[in-house]
């Protein structure tokens, strides 16, 4: 393996938690090609050599937002929306009676799909859920996709990807060549840069994490010490999604598995932690 690929790799790892294979070294140059030739790097190896410093933090974004996957589409994989509807969100709503509030957090929600999924599910139980505060925190490494998500305007094939008809005339408009959220969705959601890396004590206690199809990009210490910062970060009784591929080995002290698509739950907080196979 080349020794400026495996630099880059391991800063990558360190600033993000993303774990590149050691034969990925084409794919990350044609990702990186058009930031050399923005930022004026006639060559990989002043691109890492730079990378690795603490200098432009803008070049860094643009490293990170080049490097990471942002494959996501509305209501991805169906099932995960359908249990949280019929299963977890009666459970909270009966939990949290008393409070009647209720905290979501889309953990890697890319370009912003699946935070607009959830909102559009929560609308729908609206008469379920009239006079809750409902709070929904959506979250990314890249800021491009941050930026796209806030924007909240999609193709048509982005639209026509886990939407029905019904949903896109209710919860979107037409504009110029493209579908945008309407307002009054698009304000349900915060959405703000963020790194799982990071310390998430600013943010809060939650009832309901999704962090589906990002920790598979981990390396196993990286996936570890976010699964028990995300472990902490969960209510009581709290829900975690992960991706229904991110497989897990049990027994844990921290989580119990609810169903097959994916979704666990807190148990009593101890140690060791939950494990990723």
Same mark, same amino acid.
């Given at each position: 393996?080349?020794?400026?690929?495996?630099?880059?790799?391991?800063?990558?790892?360190?600033l993000?938690g993303?774990?590149?294979?050691?034969?990925r070294?084409?794919?990350?140059?044609?990702?990186?090609?058009p930031?050399?030739?923005?930022?004026?790097?006639?060559?990989f190896?002043?691109?890492?050599?730079?990378?690795?410093g603490?200098?432009?933090?803008?070049?860094?974004?643009?490293?990170?937002?080049?490097?990471?996957?942002?494959?996501?589409?509305?209501?991805?994989?169906?099932?995960?929306?359908?249990?949280?509807?019929?299963?977890?969100?009666?459970?909270?709503?009966a939990?949290?009676?008393?409070?009647?509030?209720?905290?979501?957090?889309?953990?890697?929600?890319?370009?912003?799909?699946?935070?607009?999924?959830?909102?559009?599910?929560?609308?729908?139980?609206?008469?379920?859920?009239?006079?809750?505060?409902?709070e929904?925190?959506?979250?990314?490494l890249?800021?491009?996709?941050i930026?796209?998500?806030?924007?909240?305007?999609?193709?048509?094939?982005?639209?026509?990807?886990?939407?029905? @008809? #019904?949903?896109?005339?209710? /919860? !979107?408009?037409?504009?110029? +060549?493209?579908?945008?959220?309407?307002?009054?969705? $698009? =304000?349900?959601?915060?959405?703000?840069?963020?790194?799982?890396?990071?310390?998430?004590?600013?943010?809060g206690?939650?009832?309901?994490?999704?962090?589906?199809?990002?920790?598979?990009?981990?390396?196993?210490?990286?996936?570890?010490?976010?699964?028990?910062?995300?472990?902490?970060?969960?209510s009581d009784?709290?829900?975690?999604?992960?991706?229904?591929?991110?497989? @897990? #080995?049990?027994?844990?002290? /921290? !989580?119990?598995?609810?169903? +097959?698509?994916?979704?666990?739950?807190?148990?009593? $907080? =101890?140690?060791?932690q939950?494990?990723?196979a």
């Amino acid at each position: 393996m080349n020794l400026v690929f495996a630099r880059f790799r391991r800063r990558l790892a360190a600033l993000t938690g993303i774990a590149l294979d050691a034969d990925r070294q084409y794919l990350a140059e044609s990702r990186l090609a058009p930031v050399m030739r923005a930022h004026g790097y006639d060559s990989f190896a002043h691109l890492v050599e730079a990378f690795e410093g603490h200098g432009n933090p803008l070049f860094q974004r643009d490293v990170i937002d080049a490097m990471t996957t942002n494959e996501t589409l509305f209501f991805r994989d169906r099932t995960p929306f359908e249990t949280f509807r019929s299963k977890v969100l009666p459970d909270l709503i009966a939990a949290r009676a008393h409070e009647r509030r209720l905290r979501f957090w889309c953990a890697a929600c890319s370009t912003g799909q699946e935070a607009y999924s959830l909102a559009m599910t929560l609308d729908q139980d609206a008469t379920a859920l009239r006079g809750w505060s409902l709070e929904i925190l959506a979250t990314d490494l890249s800021t491009a996709a941050i930026d796209a998500a806030r924007n909240g305007s999609y193709s048509q094939f982005e639209v026509q990807r886990g939407l029905s @008809t #019904s949903q896109l005339l209710r /919860y !979107f408009h037409r504009r110029e +060549e493209a579908w945008r959220v309407n307002e009054h969705l $698009r =304000a349900r959601i915060d959405f703000r840069d963020f790194n799982l890396l990071s310390d998430y004590s600013e943010l809060g206690a939650f009832d309901v994490i999704f962090c589906r199809n990002v920790l598979m990009y981990f390396d196993s210490e990286n996936k570890q010490a976010v699964l028990g910062r995300l472990s902490n970060a969960l209510s009581d009784g709290g829900y975690l999604y992960l991706g229904a591929a991110e497989a @897990t #080995s049990e027994p844990n002290a /921290y !989580f119990t598995k609810v169903s +097959e698509d994916g979704l666990w739950r807190t148990r009593r $907080r =101890a140690s060791p932690q939950l494990r990723l196979a």
